[in-house]
């Protein structure tokens, strides 16, 4: 039985999945579904409407429509994921259309995923725990960027998932244990397609589970193949050689060391240009706070320690004999949430240390009330309901709060009507938000000027003012022209790569038709 009292059993035990069984509802398992829908879906019309990074969000809107017209990752344009969320997304928008909300409901769909993960793996401690754990979660994933459709939100929902269903297969038995481990394992495989450098918290977890438990190989292994589809269609494609080149070699070698922060961050100021941008017209927060750099410095150490604290006490509850399925949940997929902390350490500013705290600290708040209910804290429910609440709302409230709460708050608030939305940038029916108005209208201004001289098929090259220095790239405009073929393989610019001696990018200016510089950046 869990903490809440509830008999159904939760689904990581065996139980059904409370949406698609009448039988498992109960009134604890509506009304905390009930409140977890309200929590997300508070900002979702804010952030549809919210300004979007003109780079990361850009390229996830051309990327994928490009791979539908032919154009191959790491040969024909950088790329420095995995090409499973381009194709997939090339799907999703052959069916949609490519506009910006529709990638941005996918993105909805993938922070959906990681937040019902979450919930059904700190379900074993009851409903209340389980909605504290996925609001903490949610405020994790829907705040350091958006609804972006980004590769690593879907890394994260697919490999959850993918630990939720391996950890329901030990209840059951026969076929559905096998088909169980195959779904698992193709889940797995998918989140490396994905993103390949969550294989290490893939292989710390699901793979220190299935060493132990010893499911049937075939299985398992048959699961991750098919799910590495895209992956072995694009080796083929692409080859081995610039793969390797664009997955591995680029994005760990060459770039890193442009892209890299200090660990831990400065104490006395912020270190990370776009965190220093954002921060310079931040979003209103009355309840005493303390300065931004202050809790970037000590939200990476709460992060680090947090990270190694899951695992290393669920390691000691099992090594006092507990067994039970709520030490399973916080031994392995605490693993994971370790696992994925490099992800944090090569960059630590609000937004990777949110995509890495987004699976930990969820499941330092089942930890916590699993610590107050060993330790008799006390005979009443509700009373370590409360202690548990309040001890998570006082972190975030203390360590956090601007990367977080603020945002959240900020996007509600725009979502009933007190505040404004952004600047947005439109061509015909394709916009994008951006939250300076002198940026959005020097967008504009350059948007009509291209759009009276440009033909379809004209080369486009978009960049920085200063072409030496390529620190940044306004993919978003690639977005407003479809018609426009882009003129260089470095349409995502970054230091080191697009400005390294031998990258081929003055070959790409001079093939160019057409070039937008912005010293915006």
Known sequence: MSDDGATHRPFVT???????????????????????????????RGLYRATGSSMEEGFMLVFPRLVGEGWVPNVDFLHLYG????????????????AL?????????????????????????????????????????????????????????????ALVIALRARSLDGRAQCWAIATAGFLAGMALSFRPDIVLGLAVSLGVLWWRVRPDWRWTFGGVAVGLIPMW?????????ASIQGMIL?????????????????????DGALQFVAELIPP????????????????????????IGGPLYAWRIRRRGDRSVQSDVLLYAGLFGLGILPQAMQRPDSTHLAWVACVSW??????LADLLRRTN???????????????????????????????????????????????????????????????????????????????????????????????????????????????????????????????GLDEDVSSADYLVLTNLW
Not at 83 to 98: C, E, I, K, N, R
């Open 377 to 503: 804290w006390s005979s009443h429910r509700a009373r370590r309901h409360l202690t548990t609440a309040g001890v998570v709302t006082l972190v975030l409230f203390v360590i956090c709060p601007f990367f977080t709460l603020r945002h959240y708050l900020l996007h509600t608030r725009v979502s009933v009507g007190n505040l404004p939305v952004p600047h947005v940038v439109e061509r015909g029916d394709r916009r994008f938000w951006f939250g300076d108005p002198v940026a959005a209208d020097a967008l504009r201004s350059a948007v009509s000027a291209l759009e009276l001289v440009a033909e379809e098929g004209d080369r486009l090259l978009v960049g920085p003012a200063d072409l030496s220095r390529t620190i940044y790239s306004d993919v978003a405009i690639y977005y407003l022209f479809p018609e426009l073929e882009p003129a260089t393989y470095y349409i995502e610019m970054d230091p080191g790569l697009a400005n390294s001696e031998g990258s």
């Open 250 to 270: 680029d994005p760990v070698f060459e770039l890193r060391p442009g892209r890299e922060l200090p660990r831990p961050p400065s104490f006395s100021h912020i």
């Open 284 to 307: 209103w927060w009355g309840p005493p706070a303390m300065s931004a750099e202050k809790q970037l410095f000590f939200w990476f150490w709460a992060v680090v320690i947090v990270a």
């Open 362 to 367: 969820p499941l330092a708040t089942a930890a």
């Open 83 to 98: 090409p499973g969320s381009l194709h997939v997304l090339a799907g999703w928008y052959t069916l949609f259309g490519d």
């Open 14 to 44: 065996g139980g059904s999945l409370h949406l698609l069984d009448p039988r498992e509802w109960s009134k604890r398992s509506i009304a905390s579904l009930a409140i977890l829908t309200v929590f997300v879906l508070l900002p979702v």
């Open 233 to 241: 269609a694009h080796l083929l494609m692409a080859g081995i050689p």
């Open 101 to 161: 909300e529709v990638q941005r409901t996918f993105g909805l769909l993938q922070h959906i995923g990681i937040i019902t993960a979450l919930y059904a793996l700190t379900r074993v401690w009851g409903h209340f725990v389980a909605l504290l754990s996925a609001v903490v979660a949610g405020l994790m994933v829907l705040t350091p960027i958006g609804l972006s459709a980004l590769a690593w939100h879907g890394a994260l929902a697919l490999a959850l998932w």
